[in-house]
């Protein structure tokens, strides 16, 4: 994959991302979930934390100690990119690398995360998340179904 196209990649998803997260917080409440469908809502959270909101409880150096760490690992990702061949792989890094930088943009505007998407059975909630989050996870399975990452095979 070209560079260009790639950058576009990392561009899109940081855009999709801060623009979901500006409408969210223009639109939805803190306290007040918005029901769209029986296992998806859109509430308003401020994640303080990593994912899951780890190191929530880590005082007042936490924003720029997560800041750190993700940059930290978005650098890595970013390496792991440019040296990447396979085009899966680099879609997969791609979207790690935006999601990521989309995530850092919020720590450094607000402290803390903006998530927003909220899934759910019943009671049971999966721990609120974004774009962003999203699209690291989706770059993640990527890697981890790819057999040049995970070892596994695909045959016809």
Not at 18 to 29: E, N, P, R, T
Not at 61 to 73: D, E, G, H, K, R
Not at 81 to 90: A, D, H, P, S, T
Not at 101 to 120: C, E, K, M, P
Request: some cysteine; charged content about 15%; overall charge positive.
């Amino acid at each position: 994959m070209k560079k260009i196209t790639i950058l576009i990649i990392v561009g899109l998803v940081i855009l999709a991302d801060q623009l979901s997260k500006y409408l969210a917080i223009k639109h939805l409440g803190a306290n007040t979930p918005m029901f769209l469908l029986p296992v998806l809502n859109l509430h308003l959270t401020f994640n303080h934390g990593m994912a899951f909101s780890l190191f929530y409880d880590k005082g007042v150096n936490a924003p720029l100690l997560l800041v750190s760490l993700t940059a930290t690992i978005a650098l890595v990702v970013a390496y792991l990119l440019v040296k990447e061949r396979l085009r899966v792989l680099q879609f997969a890094y791609a979207g790690i690398l935006g999601g990521a930088i989309g995530n850092i943009i919020d720590r450094l505007r607000y402290g803390a995360v903006i998530d927003f998407i909220d899934a759910h059975i019943n009671n049971y909630h999966w721990p609120v998340f974004n774009v962003a989050d999203s699209c690291i996870c989706l770059g993640a399975l990527l890697l981890l179904l790819n057999k040049k990452t995970s070892g596994v095979v695909y045959e016809k």
